[in-house]
């Protein structure tokens, strides 16, 4: 079993993409219209300072 040191949950509904990001007892969460190309860019630039292997995508 890991123990996973990110934890991310997205919401995807009819008109926005919503995602909150859990570390190191912080919690950021932002949201997009239904862009996936938006949120792609948008998501990518909170992930990329984190190992892979410590996420946890919902």
Same mark, same amino acid.
């Given at each position: 079993?890991?123990?996973y040191k990110i934890v991310v949950g997205v919401d995807v509904s009819k008109n926005s993409?919503?995602?909150?990001?859990?570390y190191d007892n912080k919690k950021e969460t932002f949201e997009v /219209? %239904? @862009?996936p190309v938006e949120f792609e860019m948008k998501i990518k630039l909170y992930l990329k300072k984190f190992k /892979? %292997? @410590?996420m946890l995508i919902i």
């Open positions: 079993m890991n123990n993409f919503t995602a909150t990001v859990l /219209k %239904s @862009d /892979k %292997s @410590d």
